[in-house]
T-cell receptor, first 116, second 110 residues
Framework: EAGVAQSPRYKIIEKRQSVAFWCNPISGHATLYWYQQILGQGPKLLIQFQNNGVVDDSQLPKDRFSAERLKGVDSTLKIQPAKLEDSAVYLC??????????????FGEGSRLTVL | TQLLEQSPQFLSIQEGENLTVYCNSSSVFSSLQWYRQEPGEGPVLLVTVVTGGEVKKLKRLTFQFGDARKDSSLHITAAQPGDTGLYLCAGGVGFQKLVFGTGTRLLVSP
């Protein structure tokens, strides 16, 4: 079974530029998550989808970040314009059940963003 | 906002030593998961505990969920270099949401 696929693995941009990350979850997983992980810290949830609907985006900086999951499968996360503090690894995860937090999250390898 | 504080933040030990990592919060969680993350990879689930006071063992790793479901601990017996990584606890909140802890970086030297 294929795992969660993310691209690109690495991206370097200058501040005020835009960037987009792509995620393809495990087949059949209804719940998809985007997390931001600053080096050495725990992941912070940015947005959570159930199929193509948003369950939680309370910590998504909506003035610069946007995410979509149009057909309930793959998803894109966009940052425009980027700031220096956006430098982080962006992790995508998917879950089959996603119920009550007891379902296992399967993570991709992440997309490392460096903003200069 | 639910917060999960892990301690210590960083632990450097010799092969064969024992260690305990703590995960604490003032909030109650419906479940508690532990993940391990290696450099350049995403976190991988180690265990899920759902009942207050529950203890689970995974080879040399022992996980415990606090009676009040606000805290958890991870104990590693006879640590090996392969145990090196970032250990993350994560609490289940409400419907389908998982909140991650601050992380504990473990380095086990031969």
């Amino acid at each position: 079974e294929a795992g969660v696929a993310q691209s690109p693995r690495y991206k370097i941009i200058e501040k005020r530029q835009s960037v987009a990350f792509w995620c393809n979850p495990i087949s059949g997983h209804a719940t998809l998550y985007w997390y931001q992980q600053i080096l050495g810290q725990g992941p912070k949830l940015l947005i959570q989808f159930q199929n193509n609907g948003v369950v939680d985006d309370s910590q998504l900086p909506k003035d610069r970040f946007s995410a979509e999951r149009l057909k309930g499968v793959d998803s894109t996360l966009k940052i425009q314009p980027a700031k220096l503090e956006d430098s982080a690894v962006y992790l995508c995860a998917s879950s089959f059940r996603g119920t009550g937090g007891t379902g296992e999250l399967f993570f991709g390898e992440g997309s490392r963003l460096t903003v200069l | 906002t639910q917060l999960l504080e892990q301690s210590p933040q960083f632990l450097s030990i010799q092969e064969g030593e024992n260690l305990t990592v703590y995960c604490n919060s003032s909030s109650v969680f419906s479940s508690l998961q532990w993940y391990r993350q290696e450099p350049g990879e995403g976190p991988v689930l180690l265990v899920t505990v759902v009942t207050g006071g529950e203890v689970k063992k995974l080879k040399r790793l022992t996980f415990q969920f606090g009676d009040a479901r606000k805290d958890s601990s991870l104990h590693i017996t006879a640590a090996q270099p392969g145990d090196t990584g970032l250990y993350l606890c994560a609490g289940g909140v409400g419907f389908q949401k998982l909140v991650f802890g601050t992380g504990t970086r473990l380095l086990v030297s031969p």
